[in-house]
């Protein structure tokens, strides 16, 4: 069997004065029976009070539906099972929304999200930022999906949107990977290369992480260091998060594993 070793870390950006308080992006994790593993990121919405609340509920919720999903039966695909769950996130959203007296944009975030279980894996996204994965050690890396802009400049696609079930993106392939890594747009230009349109995974950037962050000892310490340098600053003034998995031929101590979530989580996830 199977375990993923996991490095996660998230910092506001200067445009919230680095202050993790204003930090709007959200994410967890959470370590699987069979050695499989579930992680979920969201970047609340820049312009919304609310949206790290917002970014929060999406990540308790999200993690409940990939760890659990019995509701929706076996039968059907993983792409049906996410856009039928769409809509109960929206209406978590309005719910919360409803209960605080704001409108529903407010708590507006984007999804990212991925499932290793029961022999294959699982993904889906929701606007911007990106996941990479690497099938084997050595293999090339590769992008899911150009992260998703909406019809203007600097919009993308959040989850209170009408037809976010129709819009959301899915993956699914046989086996696990070797590498897998989250991120909000914060580092999007750091990590990716662009060609009109279109992107992919900037090797050395990954290659760079994996030597640094994999190891057991001081790996986690360095990804916090790395997205606190002040000269990425420089390069992006948006928060930034990071999570990435690499599996592991030894078994993983359950009892220390970690779901990186909040009070409003737990309490959603109960």
Known sequence: MCNYIVRAASRAGSKHDGLDANN????????????GLAMVVCDGAGSQQHSRMGADLVVAKTLKFLTERQEFGSEQTFAECVR??????????R???EEIEVSVRDLSCTLLA??????????MQLGDGFIVWQEKIDLPY?????????????????????NAADLVWTHESEGQPYFVCMSTDGL?????KWEGDSSYPY????????EKVQPEDGGQEYLRCFLADPELD?????????????????????????????????????
């Open 188 to 192: 999007e230009r750091l990590c990716l």
């Open 84 to 93: 039928k769950f769409i809509p109960q996130l929206q209406e978590t959203l």
């Open 114 to 123: 991925l499932v290793v279980r029961d022999g294959r894996w699982q993904a």
């Open 142 to 162: 590769k992008l899911g999906i150009t992260p998703m802009q909406g019809e203007y400049p600097n919009e993308t696609f959040f989850v209170p949107k009408q």
């Open 24 to 35: 709007q992006d959200a994410f967890g994790y959470k370590f699987l029976p069979d050695g």
């Open 95 to 97: 719910q919360k929304a």
């Open 234 to 270: 420089k390069k992006t003034d948006d928060d930034r998060t990071l999570v990435c998995a690499w599996l592991s031929e030894f078994p993983i101590d359950k009892e220390n594993e970690h779901a990186a979530v909040r009070k409003e989580e737990e309490q959603l996830a109960e």
């Open 203 to 210: 090797q050395p950037f990954f290659d760079a992480l994996t």
